[in-house]
């Protein structure tokens, strides 16, 4: 019941002061924020699932984003600065991308794999 009357947007007070409800304010609020907490760890932990079955994807795309880098550098003169530029910027993104999902995974404490998306996205 205390469910429902939240889902309709009711607040724990506006609840608690419903005759239907025979809990004090304080019960409401604390019944509440326990569903908040157990659907927001449920959440996390299908959000955790998915970067863990993407991490080797994400981790290849780095490689190869790490060693077309290294040509853009080493071609910079030949491409001209505008597609340089513009070639880096989409890197970046898709490095910044992947560096959130390793975050997000917690696969990122290892310092060498934060110490590489550091100095792939320039923020070292």
Do not use: C, W
Not at 66 to 74: A, D, F, K, P, Y
Request: without cysteine; neutral net charge; proline residues 2%.
């Amino acid at each position: 019941m205390i469910l429902k009357l939240a889902a309709q947007g009711l607040s724990g007070r506006k609840i608690a002061e419903r005759p239907e409800i025979q809990v004090s304010y304080s019960s409401v609020n604390r019944f509440l924020k326990d569903r908040r907490r157990e659907r927001a760890e449920a959440t996390k932990d299908i959000v955790r699932g998915h970067l863990a079955a993407t991490l080797p994807t994400d981790l290849e795309m780095l490689d190869k984003l790490t060693r077309r880098l290294e040509v853009m550098r080493q071609d910079a003169e030949q491409m001209g600065l505008a597609g340089f530029n513009m070639e880096m910027q989409v890197i970046d993104r898709q490095v910044k991308t992947i560096g959130l999902k390793l975050k997000y995974s917690g696969a990122d404490e290892d310092d060498s794999a934060q110490r590489l998306i550091e100095a792939l996205s320039g923020d070292d």
